[in-house]
């Protein structure tokens, strides 16, 4: 067990709707990453936040969003899901930056 | 810009035989390297990592890698794997130079154990 959970594990949704998944870092870790992991893409960096500020970003649609709470829990939006947008999602913690812990993901299916 | 080769995209192996997973990178800076597991429909799990300091490294199962900065390369090995071995290796590097620490993934390696 990492210490990073994220909700919900599996996610069935329809094309053209909007899902959130939330993501809770490991105790004191500041920053949180978003990575997409999808058959053909392989393991793709999103986007990071570091103490509630956007840090970087990678190759993140602009039908997507994220963002990180005071009390440091991020959520990564999907609006007008695709076909193409399913795939498996996973947040990340880090304390200096230096190793990233996953959590277990979320699985999303879009019909 | 950084990028990671998995030369092998999947490895079969005899139980308690020893087995190597190659892994090239390729960056213009000093870098940060890792290896990650994840088993069937699980997450990624932290099996080693080089920040500095000895080039090889120790990691959860048994798992060591080494570090060739000549050569650009992290290589994994275990002596003598097992059944449960089996699973999905990923090899990721990440800039150790400040900024975005994002990790940037090879392709994956899927190891087959056989009995």
């Known amino acids: 067990d990492s210490g990073v959970t994220q909700t919900p594990k599996h996610l069935i949704t329809a094309t053209g709707q909007r899902v959130t998944l939330r993501c809770s870092p490991r105790s004191g870790d500041l920053s949180v990453y978003w990575y997409q992991q999808s058959l053909d893409q392989g393991l793709q960096f999103l986007i990071q936040?570091?103490?509630?500020?956007?840090?970087a970003k990678g190759n993140i649609l602009e039908r997507f969003s994220a963002q990180q709470f005071p009390d440091l829990h991020s959520e990564l939006n999907l609006s007008s899901l695709e076909l193409g947008d399913s795939a498996l999602y996973f947040c990340?913690?880090?304390?200096?930056?230096?190793?990233?812990?996953f959590g277990p993901g979320t699985r999303l299916l879009v019909l | 810009a950084q990028s990671v080769t998995q030369l092998d995209s999947q490895v079969p192996v005899f139980e308690e035989a020893p087995v190597e997973l190659r892994c090239n990178y390729s960056?213009?800076?000093?870098?940060?390297l890792f290896w990650y597991v994840q088993y069937p429909n699980q997450g990624l799990q932290l099996l080693l990592k080089y920040l500095s300091g000895s080039t090889l490294v120790k990691g959860i199962n048994g798992f060591e890698a080494e570090f060739n900065k000549s050569q650009t390369s992290f290589h994994l090995r275990k002596p003598s794997v097992h059944i449960s071995d089996t699973a999905e290796y990923f090899c990721a590097v990440s800039n150790s130079r400040g900024g975005s620490e994002k990790l940037v993934f090879g392709k994956g390696t899927k190891l087959t154990v056989n009995p």
């Open positions: 936040y570091y103490n509630g500020e956007e840090r």
């Open positions: 990340a913690s880090s304390s200096h930056g230096e190793t990233q812990y």
């Open positions: 960056s213009s800076v000093s870098v940060y």
